[in-house]
């Protein structure tokens, strides 16, 4: 968190001690860190609304990070922004999904990119080996660009009942997840510390996101935003999405705005070893007659807010 936190002040009065401190921690770091807290309160929530336990591995893969998030923001949000890659749709030709084919709302006049919808279906999510149940998912994109169109809405023109794949990716890369009955969290689920806890994690995530910009704004300042999405961890990239969303505005167009602004942010400046001296130095200064502690400190004294 300190990492996040920018200039800190230590101030001690009754030793003399006032230092200002910056605590250097690298994005790559931090992200990790912020992605294993979510995932940790991710398996709480899923805990409390499903009843069951699970079993943390020493290693968890990816694909069961993304299995905890999902499944913790389907129950937590019920509907939420969510990145997706393509989605493949088997279809046969007949009269009915022609005019389904012929009839798609496009995004905008003129273009090529369409308004879809998937299910309701039910949606099952394999985490840390145990099937969790979401209830009926409902997937919308706002910006459905379909691979081969003309080839597709010739093969359907056919109405031959032959199966014709349908390759559909959203140009955002995401699209609105909406769970109609997922696993629900009983009353006063989380006792105020834990209520703490989740409070702080939006401040966190738009800590890391500022910092994130301001690198990229100063790094990469030629690169497209559509690049850039290489450069941000999948949550980030969410945010991204809702904040665009809320506003009406492409993700693209909304991630070229925040560079815009975020072009005179400088990157923090990393202390010299002479620095850092003088800062312990100053820091000790007025200590020399303190005395030395003669007691002992057990364990509970020092993780007393932990257990």
Do not use: C
Request: aromatic share 10%; glycine share 6%; net charge negative.
């Amino acid at each position: 968190m300190l990492g996040l936190g920018g200039t800190v002040r230590v101030l001690i009065p009754s030793v003399n001690i006032d230092l200002t401190l910056r605590f250097d921690v690298q994005l790559a770091d931090l992200s990790e860190l912020l992605q294993r807290r979510k995932m940790y309160f991710g398996l709480m929530v899923i805990e409390k609304a499903t009843g069951k336990e699970f079993q943390v591995p020493e290693y968890i893969s990816g694909e069961d990070m993304s299995a905890i998030f999902f499944a913790g923001r389907a129950i937590l949000d019920r509907q939420f922004i969510w990145r997706v890659n393509e989605i493949v749709q088997p279809t046969p030709a007949s009269d009915e999904t022609l005019g389904w084919f012929q009839n798609l709302e496009t995004s905008t006049p003129d273009t090529q990119a369409f308004k879809l919808m998937f299910g309701p279906t039910p949606m099952l999510k394999v985490v840390l080996g145990q099937e969790i149940s979401l209830g009926l998912q409902t997937v919308f994109l706002e910006d459905a660009f379909i691979e081969d169109h003309e080839s597709v809405g010739s093969a359907l023109a056919l109405k031959n009942g032959r199966v014709v794949t349908i390759r559909i990716r959203p140009l955002s890369r995401v699209g609105r997840y909406v769970f109609t009955n997922p696993p629900t969290l009983p009353n006063n689920a989380w006792d105020p510390r834990v209520r703490q806890f989740i409070e702080l994690d939006g401040h966190l995530s738009q800590a890391l996101m500022a910092r994130y910009l301001a690198l990229m704004s100063l790094v990469v300042p030629e690169l497209p935003p559509e690049q850039m999405y290489a450069l941000i961890n999948p949550e980030t990239i969410a945010l991204l999405a809702e904040q665009a969303h809320e506003r009406r505005t492409p993700v693209d167009e909304y991630l070229r705005s925040l560079l815009t602004e975020n072009r005179n942010l400088t990157l923090p400046v990393q202390a010299s070893e002479e620095q850092f001296d003088a800062d312990m130095a100053a820091f000790a200064e007025g200590t020399d007659n303190l005395q030395p502690f003669t007691g002992f400190y057990s364990r509970s004294d020092i993780y007393f807010d932990h257990d």
